[in-house]
């Protein structure tokens, strides 16, 4: 299994990023998937995830009406449409398989993640 992040980088308050998650050696239509983050100095933080065929999403509540989450199962990615960027949306953001087909909030349900990718949020 393997769950590769990209598109983070620096943005200025206000503005938006769309991270992406490409995962392969799995079969990605059976299973939920979700974004978590993890801020300099504070725990991980689930932020938000989607069942397998994309009937369900669930946000933590700083994030909703901001953040959208998608997935393309013919291209085997999930994405984070992140608006209205703000300074504490700062972290480094995973990508994380679940190992069931119905999103939950649950880390433990979550058995591959990805290394990462870095979202800065600056004037």
């Known amino acids: 299994v393997q769950l590769v992040e990209s598109g983070g980088g620096l943005a200025q308050p206000g503005g938006s990023l769309r991270l992406s998650c490409a995962a392969s050696g799995f079969t990605f239509s059976n299973y939920a998937m979700s974004w978590a983050r993890q801020a300099p100095g504070k725990g991980l933080e689930w932020v938000s995830g989607?069942?397998?065929?994309?009937?369900?999403?669930v946000y933590t509540n700083s994030v909703k009406g901001r953040f959208t989450i998608s997935r393309d199962n013919a291209k085997n990615t999930v994405y984070l449409q992140m608006n209205s960027l703000k300074p504490e949306d700062t972290a480094l953001y995973y990508c994380?398989?679940?190992?069931?087909?119905?999103?939950?909030?649950?880390?433990?349900?979550?058995?591959?993640w990805g290394q990462g990718t870095q979202v800065t949020i600056s004037s």
């Open positions: 989607i069942n397998a065929d994309g009937s369900g999403t």
């Open positions: 994380a398989k679940s190992g069931i087909r119905i999103v939950t909030m649950r880390f433990n349900d979550y058995d591959y």
